[in-house]
């Protein structure tokens, strides 16, 4: 069955770096999100994507944060200059047209975590 | 904008119990409707999804879930739980429009006791 995949599981980095988070979403999909989870918290909507722009995004999807497909099959969040508050576990999501937009399915995850 | 409540935060059935966990959401026209399943150190799985039609929803997993309008509820059930269903469930809402974001609500731990 087709999943999301994510990479890294795990991202340490320091306070300021510029972090690249993968992701390569389910071949024929056509939408394109990623969200957070705060250690604790609920799952937020960062940002989505559809025919190489942003959808809509979020009041935390600030200009720290860029999204990007680059080739056919990755998508990726650029965190350009990290703060420890975007501590969070990372998902990204697709959907498309044939299991009807909605049906978001989720990748398992990147850690990030900024000391 | 819509918004999800699961006023449960916490929640212990023995195995073999059955279980309700309960989800309310606000939003004018008619939404979207989901439940995902987050077992510990994971990703989420979509367990089951009312867009329209027959408002009882079967699911993976034996669980199902009913959206009653009346009440603004989508509340997901499973008439006997195992213990492997352990874990967070998150009930989230979508709405219409292009790449649609979902909306999920603060989540349910379930603890299953042997």
């Known amino acids: 069955e087709p999943e999301v995949t994510q990479t890294p599981s795990h991202q340490v980095t320091q306070m300021g770096q510029e972090v690249i988070l993968r992701c390569v979403p389910i071949?024929?999909?056509?939408?394109f999100y990623w969200y957070r989870q705060i250690l604790g918290q609920k799952v937020e909507f960062l940002v989505s994507?559809?025919?190489?722009?942003?959808?809509?995004k979020s009041e935390i999807f600030d200009d720290q944060f860029s999204v990007e497909r680059p080739d056919g099959s990755n998508f990726t969040l650029k965190i350009r200059s990290t703060k420890l508050e975007d501590s969070a576990m990372y998902f990204c999501?697709?959907?498309?047209?044939?299991?009807?937009?909605?049906?978001?399915?989720f990748g398992p995850g990147t850690r990030l975590t900024v000391t | 904008a819509q918004s999800v409540t699961q006023p449960d935060i916490h929640i212990t059935v023995s195995e073999g119990a059955s279980l309700e966990l309960r989800c309310n959401y606000s939003?004018?026209?008619?939404?979207?409707l989901f439940w995902y399943v987050q077992s510990p150190g994971q990703g989420l799985q979509l367990l089951l999804k009312?867009?329209?039609?027959?408002?009882l929803v079967q699911g993976i997993k034996g669980f199902e879930a009913e959206f009653k309008r009346s009440q603004s509820s989508f509340n997901l059930r499973k008439p006997s739980v195992h213990w492997s269903d352990a874990a967070e469930y998150f009930c989230?809402?979508?709405?219409?429009?292009?790449?649609?974001?979902?909306?999920f609500g603060t989540g349910t731990r379930l603890q299953v006791t042997l």
């Open positions: 071949s024929n999909h056509l939408y």
């Open positions: 999501a697709s959907s498309g047209i044939a299991g009807g937009r909605y049906e978001q399915y």
């Open positions: 009312y867009f329209s039609g027959d408002t």
């Open positions: 994507f559809y025919n190489n722009e942003i959808s809509e």
């Open positions: 989230a809402v979508g709405v219409d429009g292009t790449a649609s974001k979902l909306t």
């Open positions: 939003y004018g026209a008619t939404p979207y």
